[in-house]
C-alpha cells in the first residue's frame, strides 16, 4: 500500500509547511487502531487552512485515510488526551518523512513524558473521575442501579487513564491491557463490575466501597495542577476559574471539582460582602 501511497505523501512532503509523515498499517484483521481502514497516512504540517483535513482512498480492495494535522492540533490533542489514537499512531506508525528531525524529536519528547504534561491529565482524569463516582452514588442512592452501573464503568474508565498516567505512561486505546500489568487490582475491580454473579445492587455496593479508597488515595497528586494555578494569584470567583486558560481545559466538570476540594480541605473559600444583607460572593484560594 505505502507505493500506491507514495506520490500523495510525497506531493505533501515536497511542501515548506510538512513536518512529519507517518504511515500506520493495519496490525489486525479488523483494526480499532486504523479506524478499520489498511493505511493510515498522518501528516503534520506547521499550519494549514484547518486544523484537521481528512482524506480517504480506495485501491482495489484496500482503502486508506489521508489525516493532514496542524501541529498546534496535534499538541492539543497530546496534552489533553482528547485523541487517543494519535498515541498508537506516533508510537508504532512508521516515520517516511522527517523534516528537521521533528518527528524524532516529538517521539524522544512523547518517551520522556514532560511531568507537566502528566500533571494536567491527571487532573482532568481525576474530576471526571470524580464527577462520575458522585452521580453514580446519587442514582444508587435512588435505587436506578443501572445507571448508577452506566456511570460507575464510566469512572473507572477515568480510574484506569489516571494509574497509567501516575506509571508515566500515555493511556492508549487499549488502556485496560495497560492497567492489567500496571494495576492488576484496579483491573480485578473492573473485572468483577461487568462479569460478577453477584445482583447488581452489591457489586454497586462494593464498588462504592474500593472507589473511595482509590480516590482518597489519589486527591493529593489528582488536585496537583488546579492547585499550582490557583495559587498564582490570592483569590478566584467561579468565573475567572473558568475563564483561566488552563482550567478551561477542565471544562464542565471544573465545578464539581472545586466543591470536592473544597470538602476536602484542598481549596479554601472567602467570603465577600454584597449589596444584600447576609448573602456573600464565594471567593476560592489555596493555603500556601
Given amino acids: 500500500m505505502e507505493q500506491i501511497l507514495r506520490p500523495i505523501y510525497q506531493e505533501r512532503a515536497s511542501q515548506e509547511s510538512t513536518l512529519g509523515v507517518i504511515l500506520v498499517e493495519k496490525r489486525e484483521k479488523v483494526s480499532q487502531i ?16 484547518t486544523p484537521v483535513f481528512t482524506k480517504h482512498y480506495t485501491y482495489l480492495d484496500k482503502k486508506a485515510a489521508m ?22 499512531w506516533l ?4 516515520v517516511i518523512y522527517d523534516r528537521n528531525e521533528f518527528m524524532e524529536k516529538l517521539k524522544t519528547e512523547l518517551k520522556d513524558y514532560p ?9 482532568m482524569e481525576f474530576a471526571k473521575l470524580i464527577r462520575r463516582y ?6 444508587f442512592e435512588e435505587k436506578n442501579y443501572m445507571d448508577a452501573y452506566h456511570h460507575m464503568v464510566e469512572s473507572l474508565h477515568h480510574l484506569a487513564r489516571l494509574a497509567v498516567l501516575e506509571n508515566g505512561l500515555p493511556p492508549e486505546v487499549t488502556v485496560w491491557s495497560q492497567v492489567k500489568q500496571m494495576e492488576p487490582a484496579i483491573y480485578k475491580l473492573y473485572e468483577e463490575l461487568i462479569s460478577s454473579d453477584e445482583p447488581i445492587d ?21 488536585a ?12 478566584w470567583t467561579i468565573q475567572e476559574l473558568h475563564e483561566q486558560e488552563e482550567l478551561k481545559n477542565y471544562s464542565s466538570d471544573l465545578e464539581v471539582f472545586i466543591e470536592f476540594l473544597v470538602e476536602k480541605d484542598l481549596v479554601s473559600i472567602n467570603g465577600v460582602t454584597t449589596k444584600s444583607e447576609g448573602v456573600f460572593h464565594r471567593y476560592y484560594y489555596v493555603k500556601n
Fill in 224 to 235: 496537583l495542577h488546579i492547585r499550582e494555578v490557583m495559587g498564582k494569584q490570592s483569590s
Fill in 115 to 123: 511531568f507537566y504534561g502528566r500533571k494536567i491529565k491527571m487532573g
Fill in 91 to 94: 508510537f508504532y506508525g512508521r
Fill in 134 to 139: 458522585m452521580e453514580g452514588k446519587s442514582f
Fill in 202 to 222: 452489591k457489586r454497586l455496593e462494593l464498588l462504592f466501597l474500593a472507589s473511595e479508597f482509590y480516590i482518597h488515595s489519589r486527591t493529593k497528586d489528582g
Fill in 34 to 49: 486504523t479506524d478499520t481502514f489498511d493505511s493510515i497516512l498522518l501528516i503534520i504540517t506547521k499550519e494549514n487552512e
Fill in 67 to 88: 489525516h493532514i494535522v496542524t501541529e498546534k492540533q496535534l499538541h492539543k490533542w497530546l496534552l489533553l488526551g482528547t485523541n487517543r489514537k494519535i498515541v498508537d
